[in-house]
C-alpha cells in the first residue's frame, strides 16, 4: 500500500511530449499540479503545467533540484537515462520504479523476461557479432528482423533481412551497439492492452484495440479490435500477467501480435500511457492518463470501462496537421493538438477521435466516412484475415 497524495501536491514527469501533456491534463482535473523536467525548449508538457525545468536527464544538480520540487515521480517516455532515475528514486518515489524501466529499455532483456513470466513471444536471439549473426539465422531462418536493442521506435533502428548478405549489411548499418534478430510473425492483426496496476496491486485492463500501422507509425486505432472475445480477453490475461510479474506501479501497455492460427504473441512493452490509448479521453470515463496518475499518486483506480466504441486516427507531419481547419469544421471528429510548432514529416502533431454507440463500430466504409477529411487515409484490414469477421 502506499499513501494517497493530498489535492495540490505536485507530480514530477519526466519527458516533455504530447504523453506528458495529457498526462499533466489528466493530473490537473484530479487536482494535483505537474513539474516537467525535459531537455526542449516550450515542449508540449511544459505548456500545460505548473512548473518545468529544461535540463538533461543525467545532470545530478538538476536531478536532484527536480526531484527537490516535487512530490512523486513518472516518466512518459522510455529514452532516459535508467541511471539517473536511480538517482531520483533515491530521493523521491520514483513510478513505475527504474527496474521496470531496464526492463522495458532493451529488447533482447524485455523479450527474457515476458517468456519467463510465462507469456509467449517470437522467437528470438541476441546478435553482438557475425558469428552470432550466423547462429541466429541458422537457429530462427529467413526472412527476419534484424533490430537494435535499444533506441529504436516508429520503425527506426530496425531492417527486414531474407539473405546472409542483407543480414550482414543490416548488422553493419545498424551497430555499434547490440542487436536482436527476431522470426517474422505472420500476423493477422496487431493489438495492444493498457493495464493500470496501484501500489495495492489491484489491476483495471483496458479493452484490447486493434492498431494499423502506416510507415511504422500508428495511424489509426479501432476500440474495441475486431477480435473473438476469447482471443481479447486472452490479450487482457497476458497484459495483467506481465504487469504483475514486473511489480508495476503505474500504466503498463502490451503491443501484442495475434497471428493468423489465432496465436497471441506478446511483442513490445511500454511502461507508460500510449499512443494507442488516445481514444480513452473521449470514450471511457476514466482515461488511460488519469489511470496512470491515479496509480502514480496512490489514488483508487476504477474499472478500465468505455462508454463508447472509438476510431482514433493520428495527424503526423505536415500533411495531415494542415487540415485542421478542415477538422475543426467536421461534425463527429473530437481534436486534440499537441502544440508542437515544426510539423515535421512523421511527426505526431495530434489525434482526433470518433465515437460510436457501445457494440456499434461499422465497417471500413463507415469508418472512412466517419473521418471526413481524414478518411482517405485509413487503411482496411486485410481481406485473407481469417479471425476478422
Known amino acids: 500500500m502506499i499513501d494517497p497524495l493530498p489535492p495540490g501536491a505536485t507530480i514530477g514527469i519526466v519527458g516533455g511530449g504530447q504523453l506528458g501533456r495529457m498526462s499533466a491534463l489528466a493530473a490537473a482535473r484530479l487536482g494535483y499540479r505537474c513539474h516537467i523536467l525535459t531537455e526542449e525548449e516550450d515542449s508540449p508538457a ?14 545530478e544538480d538538476i536531478l536532484c533540484d527536480f526531484a527537490a520540487a ?7 517516455f522510455e529514452n532516459i537515462s535508467a541511471e539517473g532515475l536511480d538517482l531520483l528514486a533515491s530521493l523521491k518515489p520514483v513510478r513505475p520504479s527504474p527496474h521496470v524501466l531496464r526492463v522495458s529499455q532493451d529488447r533482447v532483456v524485455e523479450k527474457t523476461f515476458i517468456n519467463r513470466a510465462g507469456v509467449p513471444t517470437a522467437r528470438f536471439a541476441p546478435v553482438a557479432s557475425l558469428d552470432d549473426l550466423d547462429e541466429a539465422i541458422s537457429r530462427l531462418g529467413l526472412p527476419a528482423i534484424l533490430k537494435t536493442t535499444r533506441f529504436g521506435y516508429d520503425g527506426k533502428g530496425q531492417a527486414r533481412v531474407a539473405s546472409r548478405v542483407a543480414a550482414t549489411e543490416a548488422f553493419e548499418r545498424l551497430r555499434p551497439g547490440p542487436l536482436i534478430m527476431e522470426s517474422v510473425v505472420d500476423f493477422a492483426v496487431e493489438v495492444s492492452v493498457i493495464v493500470a496496476r496501484g501500489g495495492d496491486g489491484a489491476i483495471s485492463i483496458f479493452d484490447c484495440v486493434e492498431n494499423r500501422h502506416r510507415d511504422h507509425i500508428l495511424d489509426v486505432t479501432l476500440a474495441p479490435a475486431r477480435l473473438p472475445a476469447e482471443t481479447g480477453a486472452q490479450a487482457q490475461a497476458i497484459a495483467a500477467r506481465i504487469a504483475e510479474a514486473i511489480d508495476l506501479v503505474g500504466l503498463l501497455t502490451v503491443e501484442i501480435f495475434v497471428d493468423r492460427n489465432g496465436n497471441v504473441l506478446a511483442n513490445e512493452i511500454a511502461p507508460r500511457p500510449h499512443n494507442s490509448g488516445h481514444w480513452t479521453i473521449d470514450a471511457c470515463p476514466a482515461s488511460q492518463f488519469e489511470m496512470h496518475v491515479r496509480a502514480v499518486a496512490g489514488l483508487p483506480l476504477p474499472p478500465a470501462r468505455r462508454h463508447s466504441d472509438a476510431v482514433m486516427k493520428n495527424l503526423v507531419g505536415p ?20 502544440g508542437k510548432s515544426e510539423a515535421r514529416p512523421g511527426r505526431k502533431m ?11 463500430l461499422p465497417g471500413e466504409f463507415g469508418v472512412s466516412a466517419a473521418l471526413g477529411p481524414l478518411g482517405v487515409s485509413a487503411q482496411p484490414v486485410p481481406e485473407e484475415s481469417a479471425l476478422l469477421p
Not at 511544459?46 to 545532470?59: E, H, I, M, N, R
Not at 500533411?319 to 499537441?338: K, N, Q, R, V
Open 46 to 59: 511544459a505548456q500545460v503545467a505548473a512548473a518545468a525545468t529544461v535540463g538533461a536527464y543525467a545532470d
Open 319 to 338: 500533411d495531415e496537421i494542415a487540415l485542421w481547419p478542415s477538422i475543426l469544421a467536421c461534425p463527429g471528429l473530437i481534436p486534440h493538438h499537441y
Open 350 to 360: 495530434g489525434h482526433v477521435t470518433v465515437l460510436f454507440p457501445r457494440g456499434a
Open 70 to 76: 516535487v512530490d512523486v515521480i513518472t516518466f512518459e
